[in-house]
């Protein structure tokens, strides 16, 4: 049987139906927008409230729990989504994700009480973390080597899109409409992904596998003969030509092609489910639950995203709390969120010049303690212009503190053990990074309270940082040796699949995923 290739993401291979199209190589726009729609459930709440407070009678603690409640789910569910995904599939939790975003923010808006809005919080939260763990393996599945570094680097930046738009049009709009209909709203741009999403993203019963997760594919794909050796896949099938292409669509009655021919294949999903798919991928969660550089990635990710959430999530009241009236409060927080933005697309080009993730991290660190000092622990009220330098602080320290998430999304290639998961190490990431931005605005509330004001915020800021700078030096991956071009081989001989080559990237990295750290 003859196979058919085409080009990452641009493929029509047979029975793959919608999504696989002529334009799915740019899915990857779709779930950054996917990511956006979900952030935007959790940059609508900041200049909300006031008004919260005001209509629900909540108090400042209680307030900063509803700003981390929707990261509950992360906290307590990322690696169990991750065995959702690897058996139904990244696309179908994505959908899912913007369903239950759409229901809880719906339902939000008939709040009656604060613990009525905790619950809607709460699947708004189920609904993120379906949203925030799948998209990266399905930007990583879809969009050609060339653009993976840059793909990354936009959905790093998700967080700091959405919290500008739900920032600035949170601050216009709750001028003139009440909160609960401001809910509503956000109801409706949740959902409005879904469609693009179904049409554009690629189908989970094909799913790109880079090549050096080739080895992981289940011994019985359809296709493998008697005469295949377990673990190597027959020569005679080419799998694309070198150079032309970047992944080959496998239909179920071929095996997978020639190691080091391509840098990723599509290979079915069908056999991934029932009792054997679950005891397959339970072990591949495991093997990279007890592997340490996912631990260590993601509590770096931790110490940037409690104190970028505490800062960030309270810079409305703050300023409000300084005298700052009008709309002014949300609009000068939704410049902080873009320099957040502008930071991760930033360090993208930049890790595709080749610089170093310790290059990066360390840095981005230590510019976040000192800049958070200075902009807390100075009383700016009493000061010439004091306002202006604070907010000029706050965006260094945004804007800086984006290259963290750029960064080790990108390596979540890297990051993954070898036989492992790499939706179960982005699940582990997740739940790590949400464990920070629940507890950042807590404890940042807690400190206001107690301190009597929000002067004491940098303990928090420089204590996280430190701890990160710590983390980042200890940080090792799994490097991968330069590629090798395979010897020739007659015809039905077969080769080992995922072995320590790579094919380098038009980026300059490795289709592993990650500059070396």
Known sequence: MALKTHPTGTGTGAGTGAGTGTGAGSSWIVVVSAGVAAGLQVWKLPPAIPFLRQ???LTLVQAGTLLGIIQLAGMLGGLAISLLAELIG??????GGLVLLFLGSAGGGFAWSAGSLLASRAVEGAGFILVVVTGPGLIRRSTPPGRLTTAMGFWGAYQGISTFAGLITGAVVLQVVPWRV?????????LAPLPWVLARVPRDALAYVPRDDLAYVPRDVPGRGPHAIPGRVPRDIPAGVPG?????????????????DVTAARVPRDNAGGARGAVAALARIGRTVRAPAPWAAGLVFACYTLPWMAVVGFLPTIYRDGGMAGSWPGVLSAVVGAANAIGSITTAALMKRGLPARAL???????MATTSLPAFAVDWRTLPAGTTWQFLCVVVFSLTGGAIPATLLRMIGELTPAGGSAPATMGLIQQLFNTGSFVGPALAAWLATRA??????????CACAAVGIALSLRLRTRVTAPAVAPAPAPAGDSAPV??????????GTTDSGAPHA
Request: negative net charge; charged residues 15%; glycine residues 8%.
């Open 55 to 57: 209509d629900l009678s």
């Open 90 to 95: 990244e696309r179908r939790c994505l959908s």
């Open 182 to 190: 401001w809910w509503w709203a956000m109801a409706v741009l949740a």
């Open 244 to 260: 032309d292409v970047t992944a080959a669509h496998v239909h179920r009655d071929v095996p997978v092609g020639v190691p080091g």
């Open 361 to 367: 991290l360390v840095p981005a660190f230590a510019l």
């Open 452 to 461: 009597g004001g929000w002067h004491s915020t940098w303990w928090m800021t």
């Open 498 to 507: 995922g072995d320590s080559a790579t094919a380098p990237t038009a980026d």
